[in-house]
């Protein structure tokens, strides 16, 4: 109870307030400030900006997050799409509700610390009824451990004053099961993958995981042992990083647009890997040479594919980088 804040929003007849003004706005709160979901009153103005416009589309939920509980990166209220209000009604008039708040707000809980930074996997849009979602590479043991640990000693209060009141229930069912905290955080983010009917995951990244200063960092789902993604399509797509893009304009100028990654750098060992049933979604091209495209051939050809995929499945999509 009290987990969700529900805002239907109603499509409206008048002039959107959202200005060209609002969007340099944004763009220069954002490009200057490191986002953290805590008291901002410009996040807070844009935030009701999006719900304003989802609102015009969509039926909309809000998932709390306001101190970051949830993930300190992530909005203050996590807006979830819950239909789309011009797709055809179910018989009866019904409208088709794809998400779920309640069940995912409990999903998220319990699957928040599978991923790097806690950026779990969370839809961002809502495409013929299939949800498009975002979010972090898989975090390592250690990552896992660590952020359970923190979570236990700041939550170890309310969990002392619960069993002082006879409310130890929970608590003792997750002390009996942490043995394997590091298996049941994948499963739970395996079952918020379906719970959204995530069909394909879009990995990203450069590496099988990614190593900093010789320690590995963070794993990813092409390189978890035992192989618990198995029954999604796993896209190993790399792609690169920010890195890349900070200079990007000044890069352009000098090749004349044609920019071109340098795939030998030596911490790459991720290598462009899809099942034969998504290569013939767009069978005219030749992916073995996807090394050789400039960066702009390489968006194009991705997306097309990501696009081709959502819309010839069943199912939605999960992509992720490293960072999310």
Known sequence: EGLLSKAMARVSSGKSSLEEKGVEDLLSHFSKSSYKAKKDPHAEVLLKQCLHLFGRDFSVSLIPNKS???????????????????????????????????????????????RCRSRFVVPVILYQNKNICRSATLATGVEMYGRSGLDWISSLKDKVSAEMSGKNEA??????????????????????????????ICDLMLEQKKVKYGMIVS??????????????????????????????????????????????????????????????????????????????????????????????????????CISG
């Open 68 to 114: 970051g509980e949830l993930c300190s990166h992530y909005p203050q209220d996590i807006i979830l799409l819950e239909n789309d209000l011009h797709h055809p009604l179910l018989p009866g008039g019904i409208s088709e509700c794809v998400n779920d708040p309640k069940k995912l707000a409990s999903m998220m809980q319990k699957a928040k610390r599978s």
């Open 171 to 200: 608590s003792g069912n997750q002390a009996s099961g942490s043995w394997d905290l590091h298996s049941q955080l994948k499963k739970s983010d395996i079952d918020l993958l379906k719970c959204l009917n995530v069909t394909n």
């Open 219 to 320: 794993s990813s789902e092409k390189a978890d042992k035992d192989q618990s993604y198995s029954e999604l399509t796993l896209l190993t797509m790399p792609y690169p990083g920010c890195e890349l893009f900070v200079n990007f304009e000044a890069i352009c100028r000098k090749t004349k647009g044609r920019v071109k990654f340098d795939w030998t750098q030596s911490f790459i060992d991720a290598e462009l890997f899809m099942p034969t049933a998504a290569k013939q979604c767009l069978h005219s091209l030749d992916w073995s040479k996807y090394k050789n495209w400039d960066i702009v051939e390489l968006t194009q050809n991705y997306l097309k594919l990501l696009l081709r995929l959502l819309h010839n499945g069943d199912g939605g999509l999960l992509v992720h």
